[in-house]
């Protein structure tokens, strides 16, 4: 298996513009999570997917977040209009049925630049 | 809520030496999970261990192993005869009722020829 694929791997955009970040996880992992990663805060869970249902999203900072997973192969992160702040490495991790039994199988993130 | 605390925001070892890094984590639950992850400067995070709450016998791989104290909520990574590849981030995570992981602030390692 190829792993857990993000793209893109780095994405620079100005304030305002809309940021599409995809996720492929692994195949027959029932869940699926976004992390955001910056110096201040470490890694901070955004959401998580069970068999493609959002299960807890209180960590989407705002309505300028939202994610989506229209099936059990793909995801996306939104961030629409992005603002500096929101610049930060965003991970996407998998994990098989034993949810956090199991380990999480992170993507090679991506990286937001938000000028 | 659960926490994860880790106090040493960077630490240095020679090559071929020990090195202990430090987690404490906060949590009401008996029966969780403990991770340690490493974060290369590729950025991937890779586990490197882990430990179920209920066992008492501290998880060992290879060069790596932890020193799980529950009663004390510690739980440390002990690497032995470290090596230049090991110079990376690890970060300690809680894996509990709550459904996802919770991670510390990381510590960033790095080894001495």
């Known amino acids: 298996d190829a792993g857990v694929i993000q793209s893109p791997r780095h994405e620079v955009t100005e304030m305002g513009q809309e940021v599409t970040l995809r996720c492929k996880p692994i195949s027959g992992h029932d869940y699926l999570f976004w992390y955001r990663q910056t110096m201040m805060r470490g890694l901070e869970l955004l959401i998580y997917?069970?068999?493609?249902?959002?299960?807890?999203d209180s960590g989407m900072p705002e309505d300028r977040f939202s994610a989506k997973m229209p099936n059990a192969s793909f995801s996306t992160l939104k961030i629409q209009p992005s603002e500096p702040r929101d610049s930060a490495v965003y991970f996407c991790?998998?994990?098989?049925?034993?949810?956090?039994?199991?380990?999480?199988?992170f993507g090679e993130g991506s990286r937001l630049t938000v000028l | 809520a659960q926490t994860v605390t880790q106090s040493q925001p960077e630490m240095s070892v020679q090559e071929a030496e020990t090195v202990t890094l430090s987690c404490t984590y906060d949590?009401?639950?008996?029966?969780?999970?403990l991770f340690w992850y490493k974060q290369p400067p590729s950025r991937q995070m890779i586990l490197v261990i882990r430990q179920e709450a209920y066992k008492q016998q501290n998880a060992t791989e290879n060069r790596f192993s932890v020193n799980f104290q529950k009663a004390a909520k510690s739980f440390s990574l002990k690497i032995s005869d470290s090596q230049l590849g090991d110079a990376a981030m690890y970060f300690c995570?809680?894996?509990?009722?709550?459904?996802?992981?919770?991670f510390g602030k990381g510590t960033k390692l790095s080894v001495k020829p």
């Open positions: 991790a998998s994990s098989p049925n034993q949810g956090i039994t199991g380990e999480l199988f």
């Open positions: 997917f069970n068999n493609n249902v959002p299960i807890d």
């Open positions: 949590t009401s639950e008996s029966d969780y999970y």
């Open positions: 995570a809680y894996g509990g009722s709550q459904g996802n992981l919770i």
